[in-house]
Structure formats: structure tokens, C-alpha cells
């Protein structure tokens, strides 16, 4: 099997704690945003990638470094995601 591989299935953002207990991360997501607000955040950032229209003088200094800790809370939570994953992979597995 290819090591660079499963390098990439590895989490890089994880803390080892988080690691440890992926439902952490949903945790301290929900408590850093909410569902309305993750909404508006993702429909933001489609309007902005499918028009090509990203406008600084629309989006303060302070409301695009919000949306790079949103995209770094959404990375955390896939990885996150994926650890939950192939845990219920492996105990499905275990009681076949």
C-alpha cells in the first residue's frame, strides 16, 4: 500500500485530544457558530466562487479572517467526521 496514502487519510489538524474523541471537535464547532449562521457563511462562499465576484471593499479585513477560522473549523470537523467514520467502519465490521 502506498505511505503517501495513508499520510492523507491521517488528520493534520487534530489535536491528539481531538483525535482521541472526534466528537470534541462537533462540539467546539457548534459552540463557535451557529446552524443559521453556518448557512449564510456557506451560501457566502458560493456566491462568492461561482460569480468570481469577491469584493474587499464588501468584506472588512476583520470578516475575511472569519471566514478563514470558519474554514478552519470545517476542515477540523471533516476530519473529525472521517475518524467517526471509520470507527463505525471498524465496530460494524467487528460484529459481522
Not at 481531538?18 to 462562499?45: A, G
Not at 476542515?75 to 463505525?88: C, F, G, R, S, Y
Request: charged share 30%.
Amino acid at each position: 500500500m502506498n505511505k503517501n496514502i495513508n499520510a492523507e487519510l491521517y488528520p493534520r489538524k487534530l489535536s491528539e485530544e481531538e483525535i482521541n474523541d472526534p466528537y470534541l471537535v462537533i462540539r467546539q464547532f457548534f459552540d463557535y457558530t451557529s446552524l443559521p449562521d453556518i448557512r449564510e457563511n456557506l451560501w457566502e462562499w458560493l456566491k462568492i466562487t461561482v460569480s468570481g465576484t469577491f469584493n474587499t471593499e464588501l468584506f472588512k479585513k476583520y470578516q475575511r479572517y472569519d471566514m478563514i477560522y470558519f474554514y478552519e473549523h470545517i476542515e477540523k470537523l471533516i476530519e473529525a467526521a472521517h475518524l467517526i467514520h471509520l470507527q463505525e467502519k471498524a465496530k460494524s465490521k467487528k460484529t459481522k
